[in-house]
């Protein structure tokens, strides 16, 4: 690779915003292109001035993977599922601190303190998100159980179950301009969670904001060698250097998406989300001036302004009853005449800024005009160049700047081809008129597969319609009404606790959506064997594995605690006054345990039987050590299941055995989930469940 020597500091001192080359950040360290003949310069979009030159020429992108393979591989590996979820939170505190710096940053893209919410905040939130969901959902391990044993075997001597592991490879993220920061966060934090090293390829107009985020994570010291590149500029070759493990995460058009789909080896993961012809439905119910039609109004009026309409999950389809259409534009024209200022983000008030660049506003234009063609006219706003705020605070033409005011296009016939297939990716929507609830079903299916469609409705019935008719064309579905329109996070805000992605010409993945964006960047594999093979391989005590009962071992802290440890309780007769004493005490006077011919006539019991949490709770009885100790706080039992009825005269005893340790990475204690098990005199099985406890780490931090 040329020159791979510019040391951090070097690379400070480039000038990004007077058009300096933009730097890459590869084998954990700063580089540069010896020439820039072939650098693409980006300009300011609102003023049309130089910020910075990107190019990758002499950059040797195999090297790049490589190394994220070997170095990267290597260091994540050898942390846990806790420990990468902690650095996530290092990284968000991080970001945040210095968040003003990406704000002003990415006015130089046309982003308002708005659009920053949206793309520096949203992105500081997914690495919180999935550092929380990290610590609470995944064990502090490196190997993640699916699903339940499956016994394979009578004796319980063969078992089988999923478990994922990380893929060996590395995680690719092409991103897209609008979103250089939530963008490549929401891809970068799932794959980091998972332990798979990122090499992010940042869309060449907003790189700059991409190389200023992965800047201050580098500063920080805190980042695992070779988890995370930054690749400044084009990667010609890429797919030649890709193979089994490896993936590629791709935000864009669905024709780019297809052409690199094609170049993928068998084995690379290849996900994509792509252009997505998004519908917001206003239902048969809603009339204007009520808080269904007010919210919707608002929301359209947001998704036409935010980010300047280049937002992947923007509405582009406003779908209306019939005889609303002009009430709808009027009410919109208020709505953005009341709150929307067009100009320099720069300046004081400006709430909306330019599109990206002036090749994005020459093709929204150009978009407007097909649907022009098709048969819309121009509703609200104007094609030509319009008056905005200069950065100076003055009211003029920017004939540099790459501005768009708002537009709404009417169709009079709703099922117009182009409407449904043309995207004009800026501050435009489509208004389209429906008769009947199935009509606007059919309209949204149109668009070929979405991201996400919106329905303001108070109707169940209409809710409900539309759920079934549009699920299935849709990766997810916002029901707006009055009382979730203020705490509604909207329309075009995917959220990293539920999927972001969406079936057919959006693109057939799913970003986001919790700890299934983690087990993207790994294998679930069925593994077979014994129960104690089984213990040792995931982690987990297996039934049937060896035990062991030293001593109690709730006297135990977790360094001393191991997987298996067990206390075998003592029997306990259970007489009818206890049945009856309990029914009593609790109010549960339920017939099965207070009326022997009620309970003898069902099929379930043989006469009156003890009550499932008395059996419980007799069993806490039975293997709790009371003493002060290690064992902290019982906070919940999980799994809980009555398998056989105890009738007055059984007996009932209890083994409890070490199940699961995780230790807190944060905190002077872990979790330890305990299997408890249940049975009667004839050694029938009476109850299972899980039994989970907080223990100290050491006896030391153990507060009597």
Not at 36 to 65: H, K, N, Y
Not at 134 to 145: A, F, I, K, S, T
Not at 393 to 412: H, K, N, Q, R, Y
Not at 578 to 589: L, M, P, V, Y
Request: with cysteine; net charge negative.
């Amino acid at each position: 690779m040329t020159d791979p020597t510019v040391t951090t500091d070097q690379a400070a001192t480039t000038d990004q915003t007077g058009g300096g080359l933009l730097p890459s950040y590869v084998l954990d360290r700063w580089w540069t292109p010896v020439g820039d003949a072939e650098a693409i310069t980006v300009r300011d979009a609102s003023t049309g001035e130089p910020v910075t030159r990107v190019s990758t020429a002499g950059l040797d992108i195999g090297e790049v993977l490589a190394f994220a393979r070997e170095t990267g591989q290597r260091s994540l590996g050898a942390l846990t599922f806790h420990q990468r979820a902690v650095l996530l939170k290092q990284f968000a505190t991080a970001l945040t601190e210095r968040k003003q710096e990406l704000y002003d940053l990415s006015k130089r893209a046309g982003a308002t303190e708005r659009d920053s919410l949206n793309d520096v905040d949203g992105g500081i939130g997914v690495l919180f998100t999935y550092s929380s969901k990290g610590r609470r959902e995944l064990p502090n391990g490196q190997v993640y159980l699916d699903g339940p044993i499956e016994p394979l075997s009578k004796d319980g001597s063969f078992l089988g179950r999923h478990v994922y592991t990380r893929l060996p490879g590395v995680a690719v993220q092409i991103n897209a301009f609008n979103f250089p920061m939530w963008g490549a966060l929401e891809k970068f934090a799932p794959a980091f969670l998972a332990g798979v090293p990122s090499v992010v390829k940042p869309a060449t107009p907003t790189g700059y904001v991409a190389e200023a985020w992965v800047r201050i994570l580098v500063e920080t010291g805190l980042l695992p060698a070779g988890a995370l590149q930054l690749v400044s500029g084009s990667v010609p070759g890429l797919f030649e250097h890709l193979g089994l493990g490896d993936l590629v995460g791709f935000t864009g058009s669905a024709s780019t998406a297809e052409r690199l789909r094609a170049q993928a080896a068998a084995g690379v993961r290849f996900t994509t989300e792509t252009d997505s012809i998004n519908a917001s439905v206003l239902g048969p119910d809603v009339a204007p001036g009520t808080p269904e039609f007010d919210a919707y109004v608002k929301q359209l009026m947001v998704e036409l302004t935010t980010k300047a309409g280049q937002k992947c999950t923007a509405i582009r389809r406003a779908i209306v009853p019939q005889g609303t259409v002009d009430a709808l534009v009027e009410a919109v024209r208020a709505k953005i005449a009341e709150r929307v200022v067009l100009g320099d983000p720069h300046a004081a008030g400006v709430t909306m800024g330019p599109l990206v660049s002036l090749d994005q506003r020459d093709e929204v234009l150009r978009a407007v005009a097909e649907l022009r063609a098709a048969g819309g006219r121009v509703l609200l706003g104007s094609t030509d160049a319009p008056e905005v705020t200069l950065a100076d605070g003055s009211v003029g033409v920017a004939g540099d700047g790459a501005f768009v005011e708002p537009l709404l296009i009417g169709f009079t016939d709703a099922s117009a081809a182009a409407v449904h297939d043309v995207e004009a990716f800026g501050p435009v929507a489509s208004v389209l008129a429906y008769r009947t609830v199935d009509e606007a079903a059919d309209l949204v299916a149109r668009g070929g597969g979405s991201l996400v469609t919106s329905v303001a409705t108070s109707d169940p019935a209409v809710a409900t319609t539309l759920l079934s008719r549009i699920a299935a064309f849709n990766g997810r579905l916002l029901f707006l009404d009055r009382d979730d329109a203020r705490s509604s996070t909207g329309h075009g805000a995917p959220v990293p606790h539920l999927v972001h992605g969406g079936p057919g010409r959006a693109g057939g993945g799913e970003e986001l959506g919790g700890i299934r964006a983690v087990l993207h960047h790994m294998q679930r594999t069925a593994v077979q064997g014994s129960p104690e093979m089984l213990t040792a391989l995931t982690g987990v005590w297996h039934q049937g594995a060896a035990s062991r009962s030293d001593r109690h071992p709730f006297r135990k802290s977790l360094a001393e605690l191991a997987i298996g440890d067990q206390v075998v309780s003592a029997s306990r007769v259970v007489t009818l006054d206890d049945i009856e004493t309990f029914a009593q005490f609790t109010g549960d006077t339920f017939y099965a345990h207070t009326d022997e011919e009620a309970a003898a006539a069902n099929p379930f019991f043989p006469g009156r039987v003890a009550h499932g949490y008395l059996l419980v709770s007799w069993a806490a009885g039975l293997f709790v050590d009371p003493d002060p100790g290690p064992v902290l706080a019982n906070y919940g039992l999980e799994n809980l299941r009555f398998v056989t009825p105890v009738s007055p005269g059984d007996e009932i005893r209890v083994v409890l055995t070490a199940k699961q340790i995780t230790p807190r990475e944060t905190d002077e204690y872990g979790e330890v989930r305990w299997d408890a098990v249940i049975r009667n005199q004839r050694d029938e099985l009476v109850a299972t469940y899980d039994v989970l406890t907080l223990v100290a780490k050491t006896v030391a931090e153990v507060v009597v």
